[in-house]
């Protein structure tokens, strides 16, 4: 069966920190790349993060020094620490599996960042 599932959301004040984990399909992670991506109320969503099946990572501007994406490949898990934190970050957090012809979603986690 083919899955992403998401989890590790919640509500944090404004400067804490969260840890987001994505388990994936064996399927679907090895020799993919894996993102992470962002849709607050309103808001079209928006790419946050991604590293490719290498290791390479790149963030959006917003998260640069805050987030970081890593991955388990023992595990099939992706992971997204975010430091920091900030009421804007708030959002429904979605994990991406890709390839130039495959492209996988997960159901999202929300994250809540408020006092």
């Known amino acids: 069966q083919v899955q992403l599932v998401e989890s590790g959301g919640g509500l944090v004040q404004p400067g804490g920190s969260l840890r987001l984990s994505c388990a994936a399909s064996?399927?679907?992670?090895?020799?993919?790349?894996m993102a992470w991506y962002r849709q607050a109320p309103g808001k079209q969503r928006e790419w946050v993060a991604i590293?490719?099946?290498?290791?390479?990572?790149n963030y959006a501007n917003s998260v640069k020094g805050r987030f970081t994406i890593a991955r388990d490949n023992a595990k099939n898990t992706v992971f997204l620490q975010m430091n920091s934190l900030k009421p804007e970050d708030t959002a429904v957090y979605y994990c991406?599996?890709?390839?130039?012809?495959?492209?996988?979603w997960g159901q999202g986690t929300q994250v809540t960042v408020s006092s």
């Open positions: 064996e399927m679907i992670f090895n020799g993919y790349a």
């Open positions: 991406n599996s890709f390839t130039a012809k495959n492209d996988y």
């Open positions: 590293i490719t099946n290498g290791g390479f990572t």
